[in-house]
């Protein structure tokens, strides 16, 4: 079983669309996590949720929008694709939201905007 | 706040010889750091961590790393390298409890 899978693995896009990447976990953990790897291998997080609350908001453009349905899913929004958005986006998960308990990654999704 | 540097960029080793990837860091306080591997099309994978205590840690795979508070470092070694460890390495450092700062990665290469 995959313990965090995300979809779809490979996006292409046009500037200005509207696309949603899809995240579940199936580890029971409490915290999940968005990531951004830019084409220089650069890892940022941009996003946290806490049983389905917030933690940390990076400094993200408010195009991107996280939701979480529930504790096992965190879905990330892009609205008005742009070029700079073109990357790697990693979800992750945590049993709770401290450093201290391991991050389990998923797989990627490779976004490419033209 | 907090960072984190990897020095080496592309690193090529040979299968048996031994390994070593640097990184530094960059904090006030005590840190929690991390290092974490990549392989190609892959996440990433924890190989071990260092919150406190012995400043040698073990991880998994017969990686090792060593905490040197004097020099703000966590070095990542391993004894003997295999093909299967060609891989992306990060390290990263808690910049809070809840935040993971990641340095820009260091891609081993494996000759035979």
């Known amino acids: 079983d995959t313990a965090v899978s995300q979809t779809p693995k490979y996006l292409v896009t046009q500037m200005g669309n509207d696309k949603s990447i899809k995240c579940e976990q199936n580890?029971?953990?409490?915290?999940m996590y968005w990531y951004k790897q830019d084409s220089k291998k650069f890892l940022k997080i941009m996003f946290s949720y806490n049983n389905k609350e917030l933690i940390i908001n990076e400094t993200v453009p408010n195009r991107f929008s996280p939701k979480s349905p529930d504790k096992a899913h965190l879905n990330l929004h892009i609205n008005s694709l742009e070029l700079g958005d073109s990357a790697v986006y990693f979800c992750?998960?945590?049993?709770?939201?401290?450093?201290?308990?391991?991050?389990?990654f998923g797989p990627g999704t490779r976004l490419t905007v033209t | 706040a907090q960072s984190v540097t990897q020095p080496d960029i592309h690193i090529t080793v040979s299968e048996g010889a031994s390994l070593e990837l640097r990184c530094n860091y960059s904090y006030g306080a005590t840190p929690y750091l991390f290092w974490y591997v990549q392989s190609p099309g892959q996440g990433l994978q924890l190989l071990l961590k260092?919150?406190?205590?012995?400043?040698l840690v073990q991880g998994i795979k017969g990686f090792e790393a060593e905490f040197k508070r004097s020099q703000s470092s966590f070095n990542l070694r391993k004894p003997s390298v295999h093909w299967s460890d060609a891989a992306e390495y990060f390290c990263a450092v808690g910049e809070s409890f809840q935040k993971l700062v990641f340095g820009t990665g260091t891609r081993l290469l494996v000759s035979p």
């Open positions: 580890l029971g953990h409490d915290t």
């Open positions: 260092y919150f406190s205590g012995d400043t």
């Open positions: 992750a998960s945590s049993q709770e939201e401290d450093i201290g308990y391991e991050q389990y």
